[in-house]
Structure formats: C-alpha cells, structure tokens
C-alpha cells in the first residue's frame, strides 16, 4: 500500500517561501510513476499545481509558472515543491499524489492519481 506523507506547510507573509517535502513509502516503484501537488483553497474545488515525471519533465499551472519548482529524489523516493514569492491566493491545503501512469500528461485531472497524502496547510497573509 503506497502512502504519502507531506510536511512544510506553514504561515507566511506574502513575498515570501516554503518547501513542501512529500515522502512516498510502500512501493519501491513508486519513483517510476508521474507525481503531483495539488491545492484546495476553502470552497473552491481541488486544482492541480506542478507535476513531474520519471524523466523529471515538469508542468505546471499557469498562476504558479516562474514562481513555484517542483522537483524529485527518485532514489529517497521524496517529492519537492519549492514555492517563491508567495500570494495570499497561494493559501490552501496541498496535496501530494501518485498518478497511474508513469507519463504526466499536459494537464491536472486528479482522477488519474490514485494514492494521496493528508495534506499540509500552507497559509499566506497579505
């Protein structure tokens, strides 16, 4: 049973940065599968973030690009997201998660990632 497990969350002012760690345990082949952050805000719906591949190609979401990384150590099996210049829209609950395939594709639908963490707060005054 793969299990994920996020940390880094945390309050900040806006401007400023977080990294969110995600160690993933249980699958010793969970490094060959397309991993992703996604991020709730309170009454909205779930949106997709960054994602990485195997071959750590990358997408991201328009209102992160140029702001957020997102990165992997496949061989300690851990899951990065460096987040720079902060907004208070950045406010949400983030989670990590382990897609079906090995391949990201181009955009964010979390039906097709099957295993996901509990979540870290990360919250951003203004």
């Known amino acids: 049973q793969v299990q994920l497990a996020e940390s880094g969350g945390g309050s900040v002012e806006a401007g400023g940065s977080l990294r969110l760690s995600c160690v993933a345990s249980?699958?010793?082949?969970?490094?060959?599968?397309?991993m992703g952050w996604f991020r709730q805000a309170p009454g909205k719906e779930r949106e997709g973030v960054a994602s990485i591949a195997r071959d750590l190609s990358t997408n991201y979401a328009d209102s992160v690009k140029g702001r957020f990384i997102i990165s992997r150590d496949n061989a300690k099996n851990i899951l990065y997201l460096q987040m720079n210049t902060l907004k208070p829209e950045d406010t949400g609950t983030y989670y990590c998660a382990r897609r079906i395939s090995y391949f990201c594709g181009d955009g964010f639908d979390a039906s097709t990632y099957d295993y996901w963490g509990q979540g870290t707060q990360v919250t951003v005054s203004s």
């Open positions: 249980g699958d010793i082949y969970t490094s060959r599968y397309c």
